[in-house]
């Protein structure tokens, strides 16, 4: 049976992709395939090899120029001193590697200076580097420097910032990409067009999955990494969040070593993707995927299977992954699937493959939706069928995987297969490039350093994102030009307003309902009430609850509206008595939260009672509270339809395990 989360997959996702194939004549799968070269998720491609000091510092001149963190490591200042050197002996790469570090700053090289940043950048860029070009493109089309360090080295030039995108845009700089691909579908500079977008977009979308192809190499299985931080939007009143800082590192490594098998797993994470103040380790991570292994837990198997995969010690890792799918680990059927399409460890079998990623795929496992569009796309196991194929990519696309979100949009610029749709086809392209590694690093950078009150770093680092086309980027910088403690001086005062209101516009024309409602705070701050309450009520129709909750403050205090407290109640009450955005201070303060307390209390009580009414039942009260809330019996997650036996095919001699741990 299906699993929920695969049902809603599939009931939002293959309508709409229904309406883009009705009708077609899909006769083309030998074009499709040849445009998309599509491939599977998971491949069996050994680790990189250990750099030399020649190769550390241009890997890490080019991870710092594209707008990357760079990994703490004992060498990292051997790697930067030797990036000086060479950017002295002239050149490019290691001139704005060495720029974008002195500019804005690593977690490991915190020490800044503007001046030779700036110095550093210019010479690269005037040597044609892509990267140097597309970041002193975003410093003339920010002013970043000048409104929030003071620095008076630049003067912006806004029409000289898209000369440089374009000339980075031609060198193959996805930040440049992303720029003009944003500029050209909003008009935000030039004239709008679609079918410009699109075509940026898509050589973005290329390009970022490139990065994302070397960086799956440094994880397990796993698309998307389980924090959200580039997801983040800032607020006045934020819910606490699970923080993965040092401290938490350390308790959970402390955790792992006391036996507790959760940390033993993320330990096993942290190590083999070198994330989080963890520097790479894949023994370590090894050692703790075994050791929850040997606990039983169904992840650890998985996760050591996939790695045994990749090392090459096929035995091992069949062994490893059929134990997790009697434990229910969902990865471990696409790990099996991966044995039989590659032949490691299992006999080769595309049909098998197909089915065992099926598996995988009917519980949501995301990575496994996808490789049933691309095994369909090649007729690998299953009929060849561009219909089919295009479903299972749709599915997956609309859920945030960025190959299957590269190929749909592909497919729908051209009408190869499916209808030709130029909003459809930028729609997902946008979102692949969205997903490149430099973004996330980016927002992750930003949030933390606003919760550890740097606000200037914080706003640099949303500003580079919002300049690339992130909706999220754009709203949280709005967001710090209003309210943050920035270095304040009289004349920037109106230049911060100005600046909150440009990006919070660009937040709110990309769809942002939390954009729009703050856009209409600083709008009733300057007593332009009507446009104010145009945006509460447009926002409220996106269901946005804190709209509903200003609206009220309009109306309770007759700005722009006729004064109602009747009204203003009613849309309290449906707000929840509470906005995250709302700044209240003293009657008005003590008023909204002993009315929140009324409701929440309310709800309590009413809970209360139904729990003495339950009890008061006998029997078991967990049962009698599912029956009253109307839920049903538990549905197993393990009821196949394949029969199991169909993967007999491993060799789960323990004899080999040994050998292979040799």
Same mark, same amino acid.
């Given at each position: ?5 695969a ?22 799968p ?47 200042? =051997? ?22 570090i ?5 977690d ?15 010479? *690269?860029? =005037? ?7 597309a ?14 360090y ?18 980075? #845009? ?8 992303m ?62 969040r ?12 402390y955790?792992?070593?006391i ?24 023994k370590?991570?090894?050692h ?61 079998? =595309? ?25 369909s ?41 499916v ?19 430099f973004?996330?690093s ?25 300049h ?8 949280? #910088? ?7 403690e ?45 446009? *104010? ?53 003293? #009657? ?75």
């Amino acid at each position: 049976m299906w699993s929920p989360f695969a049902r809603i997959l599939l009931l939002v996702s293959v309508p709409h992709a229904c309406s883009l194939l009705g009708g077609m004549e899909l006769d083309v799968p030998g074009q499709v395939v040849e445009l998309l070269r599509p491939s599977i998720s998971f491949s069996l491609e050994e680790e990189e090899p250990e750099k030399d000091a020649q190769e550390r510092w241009k890997q890490l001149a080019q991870r710092a120029s594209s707008l990357q963190q760079l990994e703490c490591g004992s060498t990292l200042v =051997d790697d930067v001193v030797r990036m000086v050197d060479e950017a002295e002996r002239g050149d490019a790469l290691a001139m704005a590697g060495l720029g974008t570090i002195y500019l804005f700053g690593q977690d490991c090289l915190r020490k800044r200076n503007l001046t030779w940043g700036f110095h550093w950048l210019s010479r *690269a860029a =005037d040597l044609e580097q892509p990267d140097a070009q597309a970041t002193l493109g975003f410093l003339h089309a920010s002013d970043v420097l000048r409104d929030v360090y003071n620095f008076t080295g630049l003067t912006a030039n806004r029409s000289h910032a898209r000369v440089l995108f374009e000339r980075a #845009a031609a060198g193959g700089s996805l930040y440049a990409l992303m720029a003009l691909g944003y500029r050209h579908a909003n008009g935000v500079g030039v004239r709008e067009s679609c079918a410009a977008a699109a075509e940026l977009y898509e050589r973005a979308g290329l390009k970022a999955a490139e990065e994302l192809d070397l960086s799956r190499r440094h994880s397990v299985e796993q698309t998307h990494q389980t924090d959200a931080e580039h997801l983040t939007a800032l607020a006045h009143y934020m819910s606490e969040r699970e923080r993965m800082d040092r401290g938490a590192v350390e308790y959970m490594d402390y955790c792992a070593h006391i036996g507790d098998v959760t940390g033993k797993v993320s330990m096993g994470h942290l190590y083999h993707m070198g994330s989080h103040g963890v520097r790479r380790d894949r023994k370590a991570a090894f050692h703790w995927f075994r050791s929850a292994a040997r606990q039983g837990d169904g992840m650890g198997h998985a996760n050591l299977g996939l790695m045994l995969l990749r090392q090459k010690k096929y035995r091992s890792a069949a062994k490893s992954l059929r134990r997790a799918t009697k434990l229910r680990d969902v990865s471990a059927w696409a790990g099996i699937g991966y044995s039989y399409l590659y032949g490691a460890g299992a006999p080769q079998s =595309d049909e098998l493959a197909a089915k065992s990623i099926w598996l995988a795929a009917r519980q949501g496992h995301l990575d496994s939706i996808y490789n049933l569009g691309v095994l369909s796309l090649l007729g690998r196991g299953v009929p060849q069928s561009v219909r089919t194929g295009f479903k299972y990519l749709s599915v997956a696309a609309e859920y945030g995987q960025p190959h299957a979100q590269l190929h749909v949009g592909r497919l729908a610029r051209r009408g190869l297969g499916v209808r030709k749709d130029c909003q459809t086809a930028l729609f997902f392209l946008k979102h692949s490039s969205d997903g490149a590694p430099f973004v996330r690093s980016l927002m992750s950078v930003a949030l933390s350093a606003h919760e550890q009150g740097l606000p200037q770093r914080a706003l640099v680092h949303y500003l580079l994102a919002a300049h690339a086309g992130i909706e999220i980027a754009q709203q949280n #910088a709005g967001f710090l030009y209003a309210n943050a403690e920035l270095p304040l001086r009289t004349e920037n005062a109106l230049v911060y307003q100005q600046r909150a209101l440009q990006y919070l516009k660009l937040a709110a024309l990309q769809g942002s309902k939390d954009a729009q409602v703050q856009l209409a705070n600083l709008l009733a701050e300057r007593r332009e009430y009507t446009t *104010a309450n145009e945006l509460y009520k447009e926002a409220a129709q996106q269901g946005s609850r804190d709209a509903l909750w200003h609206l009220g403050m309009s109306y309770w205090r007759g700005h722009g509206v006729e004064r109602s407290w009747r009204t203003a109640w009613d849309l309290w009450k449906s707000a929840g008595i509470q906005s995250k955005y709302a700044q209240l201070r003293g #009657a008005e303060a003590t008023f909204f939260g002993v009315a929140r307390f009324i409701v929440e209390a309310r709800v309590f009580l009413l809970f209360g009672a139904a729990l003495l009414f339950v009890l008061s039942k006998g029997g078991n009260p967990l049962d009698s509270l599912r029956e009253s809330f109307g839920g049903g019996a538990e549905q197993d997650p393990s009821a196949y339809e394949f029969d199991s036996e169909d993967f007999d095919d491993f060799d789960d001699d323990d004899g080999q395990d040994a050998a292979d741990s040799s």
